[in-house]
């Protein structure tokens, strides 16, 4: 897919893959831009796991329409139009991009935001409790700056192993 994409799912859902851009986390950079070279044997190096292309998802199930922006960047133009009730916002990496928080909300008007990706992968998450956040992702100044450009938005911090209802 080189530009949105449409899948009619069963029972009346469907997902939209909508092009995208990797977050910028490591020193202003996406890490492993390209493409996963075919034929590779495990165990690989880090760097052997690119990216490939990156898309934003909206999922349409029960008349209520998700989107998750699993990275912090996105392409402006591909969300015009992509109004949804719940948003899946991706935290690590926001502050390197120009404004993400802003231009995302403006432009899908969502009335849940979801942040999501605390962790930094360094260690298993416990059993119970919060997903616990990097010193690195400005969680709260992220949560403010989402409650000031989108003041009608619930925001929901997701516990760990507790599913969302919605």
């Known amino acids: ?19 995208s851009l ?15 070279e075919p034929g590779q044997k495990p165990p690989l190096r880090a760097s052997d ?7 934003a998802i909206r999922l349409v199930i029960g008349g209520i329409s998700f989107l998750h ?13 992509e109004a949804c009730d719940v948003l899946f916002c991706c935290m690590p ?4 991009v120009p404004d993400f928080h802003k231009r995302v909300l403006s432009r899908v008007r969502p009335k849940i935001v979801v942040p999501f990706h605390f962790d930094d992968f360094s260690a298993p998450l416990p059993e119970g409790g919060r997903t616990p956040s990097t ?3 400005g969680e ?18 997701p516990d760990l192993y507790r599913p969302l209802m919605f």
């Open 1 to 19: 897919c080189r530009e949105k994409c449409r899948l009619e799912l069963p029972g009346g859902a469907c997902a939209t893959m909508i092009p």
């Open 22 to 36: 990797h977050g910028l986390v490591v020193f202003g950079r996406a890490p492993y831009p390209g493409e996963v």
């Open 49 to 55: 796991y690119r990216h490939g292309r990156v898309f």
């Open 69 to 81: 922006v699993g990275t912090a960047n996105l392409i402006d133009d591909e969300l015009e139009g």
């Open 93 to 96: 990496g926001w502050k390197a």
């Open 135 to 137: 010193s690195r992702s």
């Open 140 to 157: 709260e100044e992220f949560l403010e700056r989402v409650a000031a450009e989108a003041p009608g938005a619930q925001i929901v911090r």
